[in-house]
């Protein structure tokens, strides 16, 4: 209630993130002591070669990839679900977008609808299929994910062959490129980079400012926060549960359509066997270290990104890029454990604070009395 | 909700682990090498070579270490110095481009692009650094007066090995394993199909690959192949060619398993393959990704770069097949006179 309160849970809140960077630090700086790695000029590398107005516009590109993919594993989270399955979904998403959207011709705002309505389209149904198993037959949504992410392999694969074009005297093989008026126009944002940002950084934005009012603002969101607390006392206050899982389970797939939509519509034009695989992982672990937050999400997945793109220069310079992924996994692993820990600590000392109170209330009360 | 998240990070924690003990093995050699590479020559004006591997990089017993092994030629009988960079697993391409520039902008001439996953980065990063030669391998696409294409005509090698396992089945049934299901791997299954024909048109062939792209681990996955191989082994074949990187080594042990015979792939796996399981490979396609790299490299510190395609087929010794193991000494003169048809055009080897 007080103010000096409130500003104890500030700093476990602002202390909870720095705690993890610290410790992922001192780990990471551990592994490439081990590895016979100078740390300092790791670090320097990295933060030299970052820096670079052309690397911060890749930054943000895969960040805004990422942090798509973070929103839509994200929403599944608050709901206790676990959709493993954001990586099928995208891919099956993109494929559908980059087939249909490649065989028609349409004015350039109406194409790009049109992509972009197809891949929310195939990312939902996708996951509706696990949505359907769980309500109807009970399966986990883990294991229904994680194997419909090997068969949208599988089903990619077969049907790429059936739409494929041919690239002369190339062992590759993908999609008819969109046209022109399929071309997501880029945003020249940071001086100094021939690169432009790609124009779906918007689109992630406002799909950012969507996410944090629909869970924190509205009736559904209120529901779907409270399932993923207490699935017995949400029912109690009359939320239909299956109802909310259908739901939450097509957002997630209605976003993770998005996921491949920057790549496609501002980068590659076409779906081909090179197209990036894994981004649904990626945001797994971005949704972790985010904390399911929009805002918190935004600076996982540029951290995230910035190693990732960073760590191409570590190759050229004799340290083993592998590093990245072991920051990236200590930083996952960090934040989990040290908000855990963070959180018993604030419960405890909340518990503390209310005994205490508890016993300075009859102390006070023949102060009262006597008044 | 907790629950979840544990769950989540101890599982993804495990994937990021795995993946880098993964990589760990492959990059370890690099520093080490670079280093001994950089200190062996006298400091003349050497070349400096950019390499840039696909997914697997060195180590990966198959495409990206037969590039390998011409590069460490290359260091020691050219006294070159070289810098290799390899891709992640699922990256974009703008990562690959990324790659191109670092190797280009520290300096190194020619780069050198291993893999048809390249193609765009190598026809983009060439256009912008017109004073830099650059190669490319398994692919034709990516043109410029700055690019050489490396081709391989696995079809043709295949095609021999495919004739060498149809003389040498007594069951009249044989099998073929591609790692991965991709237009260049079809090449492989065409050529060995053909050959196989050539000499028996009635012969049974089976056929399987290991994975779908994008994943790509059918290359590397030893555990798919020795399973694959072990069914077609129980159907009644009695040779499998193993198209399919480091997953051959399973074809192998299922093949000592069930008293069988099997083809190696890309270099003489007689004499790479575990020592256990050599007396099992009767021939290797051998595709000559260590001499394409090689001769390039001669060529580059000579100072000759002709841009285009350089085809290694027969006829260039590009591709071929291998005879250490003496298995197929007997059938040698029927190999060879296929192969003297081929080169002279009698035999057109099949694509797909």
Redesign the interface.
């Known amino acids: 209630m007080s103010p000096r309160v409130d500003l104890r849970r500030l700093v476990l809140a602002i202390g909870a993130p720095v705690l993890a960077i610290i410790f992922a630090s001192l780990v990471t700086a551990l592994v490439l002591v081990a590895a016979g790695d100078p740390v300092w000029s790791t670090v320097t590398t990295l933060w030299d070669?970052g820096s670079q107005p052309r690397?911060i516009a890749?930054t943000l590109?895969?960040g805004t990839?990422y942090y798509l993919s973070a929103l839509a594993v994200a929403i599944g989270?608050?709901m206790?679900?676990?959709n493993i399955g954001v990586d099928g979904q995208y891919?099956a998403a993109a494929f559908a977008a980059a087939a249909i959207g490649g065989a028609v011709s349409l004015p350039k705002p109406l194409h790009l609808l049109l992509i972009v309505a197809v891949a929310v389209a195939v990312g939902a149904m996708w996951a509706s299929i696990a949505a359907v198993l769980k309500v109807t037959r009970g399966v986990s949504e883990v294991i229904s994910t994680i194997m419909l992410n090997a068969i949208a392999?599988?089903l990619?694969?077969?049907l790429l062959r059936k739409v494929k074009v041919d690239?002369?005297?190339?062992?590759?093989?993908g999609t008819k490129p969109l046209p022109e008026s399929g071309h997501f126009p880029g945003i020249p944002l940071i001086p100094g980079s021939t690169l432009d940002v790609y124009g779906f950084l918007v689109v992630a934005v406002l799909a950012g400012i969507a996410y944090s009012v629909l869970l924190g603002r509205t009736r559904f969101g209120f529901d779907l926060r409270a399932t993923?607390?207490s699935q017995s006392a949400a029912v109690a206050s009359g939320v239909d549960v299956k109802r909310m899982v259908i739901v939450s389970m097509l957002l997630s797939g209605a976003i993770a359509g998005l996921v491949g939509m920057p790549?496609l519509l501002g980068?590659?034009y076409s779906y081909s066997?090179?197209?990036?695989?894994?981004?649904g992982?990626t945001g797994?672990?971005i949704a972790?270290v985010g904390r399911n937050n929009a805002v918190g999400m935004v600076f996982a997945a540029l951290l995230f990104s910035f190693l990732?793109?960073s760590?191409?220069?570590l190759?050229?310079n004799?340290?083993?890029?592998?590093i990245v992924?072991?920051m990236?996994?200590t930083i996952?692993?960090s934040v989990?454990v040290v908000y855990?820990l963070v959180r018993r600590y604030g419960i405890a000392a909340e518990q503390r604070r209310v005994s205490r109170e508890l016993t300075r209330t009859p102390a006070s009360e023949p102060e009262g009395a006597r008044a | 909700m907790r629950r979840v998240t544990t769950f989540a990070a101890a599982l993804l924690t495990g994937a990021l682990a795995l993946t880098a003990c993964g990589g760990s093995s492959t990059s370890q050699t690099s520093p080490a090498d670079s280093s001994s590479g950089s200190s062996s020559a006298p400091a003349k004006s050497k070349l400096k070579v950019g390499l840039a591997y696909d997914i697997g990089g060195r180590g990966d017993q198959s495409f990206n270490d037969s590039a390998a092994a011409g590069l460490d030629k290359a260091k020691a009988d050219l006294g070159i110095e070289a810098k290799e960079a390899e891709a992640s697993a699922g990256e974009a391409d703008s990562a690959k481009e990324e790659r191109l520039r670092a190797l280009a902008g520290a300096g190194f001439n020619p780069v050198i692009a291993v893999g048809f996953a390249y193609s765009g980065a190598v026809a983009k990063v060439a256009k912008e650094n017109p004073d830099i030669h650059f190669a490319i391998i398994d692919d034709a696409n990516a043109a410029g007066p700055n690019i050489t294409n490396l081709l391989f005509a696995e079809n043709q090698g295949s095609f021999l090995v495919g004739a060498a396992a149809a003389l040498k089945s007594t069951k009249k049934n044989i099998g073929f394993i591609g790692g991965v299901d991709v237009p260049l791997i079809h090449k492989f299954q065409a050529g060995y199909e053909a050959g196989a024909k050539a000499v028996d048109p009635s012969i049974k062939i089976q056929s399987k690959y290991l994975t779908q792209p994008p994943d790509f681990s059918g290359f590397g996955a030893p555990d798919k192949g020795k399973t694959a191989a072990a069914g077609m082994y129980d159907a009644g074949a009695d040779v499998v060619f193993a198209a399919a990187g480091g997953s051959g080594a399973g074809v192998f042990e299922a093949a000592k398993t069930a008293g069988t015979k099997a083809i190696g792939v890309d270099s003489d796996q007689y004499k790479t393959a575990d020592p256990a399981v050599r007396s099992v490979i009767l021939t290797s396609m051998l595709k000559k990704v260590d001499v394409a790299v090689f001769d390039f490299i001669k060529s580059a510190t000579e100072g000759t770069y002709t841009p285009g395609p350089r085809i290694y087929d027969l006829k260039a010794n590009g591709v071929d097949y291998s005879t250490s193991g003496g298995q197929v000494d007997d059938i040698k003169d029927k190999l060879d006179a296929f192969k003297q048809k081929i080169i002279s055009g009698e035999i057109t080897v099949p694509e797909k």
């Not at chain 1, 066997?273 to 981004?279: K, M, R, V, Y």
């Open positions: 070669y690397t890749l590109n895969q990839t989270f608050r206790n679900l676990f891919r392999t599988a990619i694969a077969y690239v002369a005297g190339s062992n590759n093989i993923g607390r790549q980068s590659s066997l090179d197209f990036p695989a894994g981004l992982f797994i672990a972790l990732d793109v760590s191409v220069i190759d050229i004799d340290i083993s890029k592998e992924l072991i990236q996994g996952v692993l989990v855990e």
